[in-house]
């Protein structure tokens, strides 16, 4: 038992040291392992860089890559286009999303009473127009020209009208450095073989371009230089595209509230526009449409045209709209804006041949020389012929017929009528003709003056319908544009009679239209009787009746214009009389004038 212990207990004693040897083993092949690894690794770490030029790394690579940015930007053109359109999509986005926001969450709040909503819902359409202007005006270029053309739409809130009216004016002007490149560039000479003392600084800037004043070497004439902004055909897709897209996103947002039609027509109708050379040919168009009519109505002179470059006739003059230019001059008003009225309506009416672009920044007004042919003793001019619409003669017929059906005295017969012609003219089916009218009268907030001459005299009429707005909204998507454009004159003419104070009746341009729509249709009937169709005797009486239907007719609105005239002169002399017991003679001048 002994022996047995005692071999058991050798044995493990063996067994010991050899588990201790091999376990030191195991130990100093791991150490060294370690070590290999931990020397393997530290062979393969870098070095680490000293922490004192970090400060330097930072600055360069920045550095480095913002000239290969600014060079990309100066000399790759696709990548300024990335740049700028980028730039330009921000901005008309963020108004766009912020505006429609601002909407939504104005709309479904609930408000205490009806006119705190209209209240929280007017200065929601400040904001919002705010902030879409400064958008317009930070592009430049064609979003200029959207606002402008937004800024006509009267169906629009007065918000919006209201504060898009000043893009009119605020276009920012060309670097002259550019202006002289393009000069020669397109004109193969530079501005100083071209002309004397041309002024570096341009005396208007539109939205496409802008005008400098010089003297003609060729004709030795003063005259003013159109020259168009360079980087307009650079970047008329992507601005049109986002335009449109903007438009879209309007409609996503507020489907009642559809304009995608308006960038249709800006696509259609910007590259005539930006045609100098179509502008000249419209200019030469309407100086022979007029050549024969006494009007007050003024051409400049073209002297010529390239694609860009537009030289014409210089014309001093004041804004058509300018009480105290025209008090200087002892011009009368109320007879600029029916002149003014005259004019666009023998355009419309008879000439069927219009433009298209009638803002008070597109109108000047000067004192008639002793060669003129106009009436009185002053003269519009008539500037920026880009674009012009023509009317064919079965839609100019038509047109003029609606309005006659308008000023007609009320029967289930004339208004028949003015729905056939407003389906003739607009597309217009019965539910939407009550937005029709108020549109083509040119009342917004969902009321419509139509004026009605009766055997009583001249008096209104009220349409109001709660639903107008939204109507109207499809009527103009509806409409053709040529009818779209007839309606901005009509605008103009109302808008300009309301600026220069007038004082005869808000109406009485109403009667001018009238009176050349009653001219458009006496001529149609006079055509249809020379080409016959009714047999000898059915012409004969048709053309007898329609010729007392027009003196008549002509006869008696020309007497209510003769009293609303005179009553327009007694306002006047009535104001006279005010500033001269307040001020003496200059205050009688002043009032009767409209300046205070």
């Known amino acids: 038992m002994r022996i047995v212990l005692k071999h058991h207990g050798l044995s493990s004693w063996h067994c010991s040291r050899s588990f201790i040897r091999s376990q030191n083993s195991l130990i100093r092949h791991g150490v060294d392992l370690n070590k290999r690894l931990v020397s393997s690794q530290a062979s393969q770490t870098p070095p680490k860089r000293p922490r004192g030029n970090s400060w330097l790394l930072y600055p360069t690579t920045l550095l480095a890559l913002s000239g290969v940015a600014y060079y990309a930007y100066e000399q790759h053109q696709p990548f300024r286009h990335a740049v700028l359109a980028t730039l330009r999509c921000s901005r008309l986005a963020e108004a766009a999303i912020s505006g429609a926001i601002d909407y939504k969450w104005t709309l479904a709040r609930i408000y205490a009473s009806e006119e705190d909503r209209l209240e929280a819902v007017s200065q929601c359409h400040v904001r919002s127009a705010q902030k879409v202007l400064k958008a317009l005006l930070a592009n430049g270029g064609i979003y200029i020209k959207l606002g402008q053309h937004v800024a006509s739409l009267v169906v629009l809130p007065r918000e919006w ?22 000069v ?98 419209n200019t030469a168009r309407t100086v022979a449409d007029f050549e024969n009519i006494k009007t007050s109505l003024h051409i400049p002179e073209v002297i010529s045209a390239n694609k860009r470059i537009l030289v014409m006739e210089y014309i001093q003059g004041g804004r058509v709209d300018d009480l105290a230019y025209l008090a200087e001059h002892n011009i009368d008003r109320n007879k600029v804006a029916l002149e003014l009225t005259r004019i666009f309506n023998q355009m419309v009416f008879l000439n069927g041949w219009f433009h298209a672009d009638p803002h008070p920044g597109n109108l000047l007004i000067r004192p008639a020389s002793k060669s003129s042919k106009s009436p009185y003793n002053f003269e519009i001019a008539l500037l920026d012929h880009g674009l012009y619409f023509d009317l064919d003669g079965e839609l100019r017929v038509n047109y003029s017929r609606f309005w006659l059906s308008l000023i007609a005295r009320p029967s289930p017969a004339v208004d028949a009528e003015r729905r056939k012609y407003a389906e003739l003219v607009g597309n217009i089916t019965p539910d939407l003709y009550p937005a029709f009218e108020a549109a083509i009268t040119g009342k917004p907030s969902m009321l419509a003056y139509v004026p009605l001459i009766t055997e009583m005299g001249f008096n209104p009429k009220i349409v109001v319908d709660d639903d107008v707005l939204i109507s109207v909204l499809d009527v103009l998507r509806r409409l053709p544009r040529r009818v779209l454009m007839v309606m901005k004159l009509n605008d103009l003419a109302r808008h300009l009679d309301h600026s220069l104070a007038t004082t005869h009746s808000s109406f009485r341009i109403f009667l001018i239209t009238s009176k050349y729509c009653m001219k458009a249709a006496w001529q149609d009937e006079k055509r249809r009787f020379r080409e016959g169709g009714l047999g000898w005797f059915g012409s004969l009486c048709h053309i007898f009746d329609s010729a007392w239907t027009f003196a008549t007719g002509y006869s008696k ?38 300046l205070h």
């Open 184 to 281: 020669l560039s397109d004109m193969g000479q530079p501005i100083t073989e071209l002309f004397d003392d041309f002024a570096p600084v341009p005396i208007g800037v539109a939205s496409l371009a802008q005008v400098h004043v010089g003297y003609h070497k060729a004709s030795g004439k003063k005259v003013a230089v159109k020259v168009q902004h360079p980087h307009l055909v650079e970047f008329f897709n992507i601005d049109m595209n986002m335009v449109q897209s903007t438009l879209g996103w309007i409609k996503y947002w507020f489907p009642e509230f559809e304009f995608t039609w308006l960038g249709e027509e800006m696509r259609q109708n910007l590259p005539k526009e930006m045609d100098f050379v179509h502008e000249a040919q």
């Open 557 to 594: 609105i020309t007497l209510i214009e003769l009293v609303m005239d005179s009553q327009a002169s007694l306002v006047k002399l009535s104001a006279w009389t005010r500033g001269f017991y307040s001020r003496g003679l200059v205050g009688a001048h002043d009032a009767a004038a409209g």
């Open 161 to 182: 009208t209201s504060t898009f009216t000043p893009l009119q004016d605020k276009c920012e002007a060309t670097p002259y450095e550019d202006i002289a490149a393009l």
